[in-house]
């Protein structure tokens, strides 16, 4: 960390962070990462369901399934090694609490382009067909967190991002005549530094806002979820395979590939709890002390005896451990599940300081266009 002037800071090494940074580093700019772990991708870009969405996922956002469409074949062209299709993916239909019927399920496939027929009888036949309407075959993957993370970590080397690793971004404020100074404390080196940019990315995911708040700037409105997935192994006529209960309080269970067991998810029961960051200062809580302070109580039998119900064989996984996140959403979401990227340039009206979430791996070449500008124009441009 040399303690001059930056074209970009970056603050945050999930997948977004590094993405970014790379992107900006190979447009010839000087560009330093700051991660406040030891290492990077250790939070949601890692404890997440692995699922490179194509679509499917969104029935009732017919824009979040359209760009999940277009994004996938760019996301598994870009990373091909870290794309595991080696499985096949149905997803069910609930028939009773369901928000989507089959046949609306089929049209809004049909309208975003997603293949989808009627999965063999075999398959079928898995599901109690008093709760399950119909199963569907669907052309989805899952992604490898680990070599993602070795692949980003490998393109922003070659263009030489400088990430700092154990250091965290404290807070920051502009200068005058232009420009950007940031607080940074970094483990290895010890101390306070103060490092000057042009542009501040912060892609801190659920603690955007710990960021704002220290800085004395208003809040973006996020809500947040304590969140658990059982990693299981799966029995025989699950495995090789992943199933989506749609729409409603559901399961999913799919190959998590970076440790070789599969995740389980359920609507109801991987949420333990919420809370929300309002746009006064004041309500701000820092979201990774209460991921530390949580005593992780594991939802796994409950998640098992209702997904159960609907797929016998469910009852036959065992339990290995969980994975445990905070997961941000923008609050509209909570209206159709929705996904869009969060992006705001020149936030509360300051040049320069940039906040991008995104609500799934592949939202990243929703905000990229954006990014390309700034770097190009200067931050007024976006
Ligand atoms: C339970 C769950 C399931 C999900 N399932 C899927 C799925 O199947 N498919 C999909 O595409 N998406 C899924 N998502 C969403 C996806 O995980 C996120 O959209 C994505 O990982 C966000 O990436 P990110 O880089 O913004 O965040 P993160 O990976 O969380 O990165 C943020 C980084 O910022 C660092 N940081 C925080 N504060 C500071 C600071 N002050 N200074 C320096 N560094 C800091 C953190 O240590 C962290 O490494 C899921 C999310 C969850 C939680």
Known sequence: MKKDIYDSIIIGGGFYGLYIADFIASQGKRVLLCEYEDSCMTHASY????????????????????????????????????????????????????KVTAQQFQNFCQHIGAPCQPAPSNICRLFN????????????????????????????????????????????????????????????EGGLFTIRCRNLYNCTYARINKLNAASGIRLIPLKHEMTEM???????????????????????????????????????????????????????????????????????????????????????TVYRDSLWEVKTVLPISEVDDSRPILFKSNYAGISGYHCIMGGKIDNIYDCMDFIRQIERNGPSSS
């Open 47 to 98: 404890n997440n369901q692995a699922r490179i969405h194509s679509g499917y996922h969104y029935p009732r956002s017919l824009l979040t399934g359209m760009r999940s469409c277009l994004s996938f074949p760019r996301f598994i062209k870009e990373f091909p090694d870290c794309v595991i299709d080696d499985f096949a993916k149905y997803y069910a239909i609930g028939r009773i609490l369901g």
């Open 129 to 188: 067909s008093h709760y399950i309407e119909a199963v569907f075959d669907a052309r989805e993957f899952a992604f490898d967190a680990t070599i993602l993370r070795d692949n980003i970590l490998q393109r922003c080397a070659s263009n030489g991002v400088e990430i700092c690793t154990g250091t965290q971004v404290l807070e920051f404020r502009q200068i005058a005549g232009g420009g950007l100074e940031t607080d940074i404390t970094s483990k290895k």
């Open 230 to 316: 059982a990693l299981v192994e799966v029995p025989e006529e699950i495995q090789n395979r992943g199933f989506t209960v749609m729409c409603g309080p559901f399961f999913s269970i799919m190959p998590f590939p970076s440790r070789q067991l599969y995740t389980l998810s359920h609507v109801r029961y991987t949420p333990h709890y919420e809370w929300y960051d309002k746009e006064e200062n004041d309500t701000y809580t820092d979201a990774y002390r209460i991921l530390a302070e949580d005593p992780k109580h594991s939802s796994y039998q409950a998640m098992v005896h209702d997904a159960a119900r609907y797929m016998p064989s469910i009852g036959k």
